[in-house]
């Protein structure tokens, strides 16, 4: 079963940057979407961005498009979110998510990494 591990959350002040990542302990085939979420405290789980295995195509929630960037390395079975001009509204525990449907929606993904913690100062 592969897992996911997410790193590279931290504290930073407002319009600071955050580099996160994600690995699998496997293989991710071409036919997987890979996404990160996000959950503020007291909040729903909401959507951040998600990236095409095989394509590379991406989609971005409006409230992170032109701050934030969604890549990957397949040699490296790794995913990353590249976070530039941070707000405090974007801080949260921040989780990668593995699955077979180009969506939004949390439903559609079965696998989950346990979470990394951004906190962005005022």
């Known amino acids: 079963q592969v897992q996911l591990v997410e790193s590279g959350g931290g504290s930073v002040k407002d319009g600071g940057s955050l580099r996160l990542s994600c690995a699998a302990s496997?293989?991710?085939?071409?036919?997987?979407?890979m996404s990160w979420f996000r959950q503020a405290p007291g909040k729903k789980r909401e959507f951040v961005a998600l990236i095409r295995w095989h394509s590379g195509t991406t989609l971005y929630a409006d409230s992170v498009k032109g701050r934030f960037i969604i890549s990957k390395e397949n040699a490296k079975n790794t995913m990353y979110l590249q976070m530039f001009s941070l707000k405090p509204e974007d801080t949260g525990v921040y989780y990668c998510a593995k699955g077979s449907q180009y969506s939004s929606n949390a439903a559609e993904y079965r696998l989950w990494g346990q979470g990394t913690q951004v906190t962005v100062a005022s």
């Open positions: 496997g293989r991710i085939y071409s036919s997987s979407v």
